[in-house]
Structure formats: structure tokens, C-alpha cells
């Protein structure tokens, strides 16, 4: 016969794994970072929530979590939206194509990406270089 001890033993040990499961499934989930240094930079690694693009010839990869516009001040860029970052297609078309190629397999492989970025675009983090992460 199962003691009461036994049994509490069995539903704390279910309790700390479902609370595990649960925050380490947003442990990865983050906000992009700010730096001051090389000039200021930010930098996200993460999932790409979205991709858009529009005719306006811009780009938008949307973060997991928003940055806000006081973090950004931290590299010295001004932004009005801290959700995205953004390129403008016609400044480097050919990077353009990379860029969204790489996020694309990305989000459909979902795997991390780390991001840099620098300056301003629309209001948006400006980014300028992306790494794709290996498969898990």
C-alpha cells in the first residue's frame, strides 16, 4: 500500500518538472542586447518570430521579445518600434536575398539566429549581419 508520504513525494517531483518544462521553454526567448563599445551595436539570438516584406522595398524580422527604445539608446540608435529590425532591399540588394534566405531557413528549420545590428531603418534596429545556429 502507497504511504501519504509516497504519494506527496510523487506530486512534488511532477510539480518541479512541469514548472521545469515550462521555463525552459522561454529560457532561449529574449530581447535583443545593446552595447555601447565597437562603435554601438545591438544583438539578438533567437527564434524568428516573422518575416515581412512589403513594396516599400523593406525588410522586417520580428524578435521574440521587443527591445525598448531606452536599451537601444545604449548604442547610441534612435527607434520608435523595438519589436523588429529592419533593411532597406534597395541599399544591398544582394545582401537583401542572403539575409532572407538565411532567415527563412531559420524559421523553418527553427533554429536560433544571432543578429547584429546597427543604426536606424523606419524607425526599426537596422540590421547588417546574421548567423544561422546548428541543429539541435
Known sequence: MIKLREI?????????????LLVSGNAHAAAPSCHSGSGGYCQYTGKVKRLYVNTGNIILLYFEESITPADAAVAGVTITNGGATAFNIATNPEFAKMFYSTALAAQASNRNVT???RGNQSGYLKFDRIWLSASE
Do not use: A, P
Not at 506527496?8 to 521545469?20: A, D, F, G, R
Open 8 to 20: 506527496m513525494n510523487i506530486k512534488n517531483i511532477l510539480l518541479l518538472l512541469c514548472v521545469t
Open 115 to 117: 543578429i547584429q545590428m
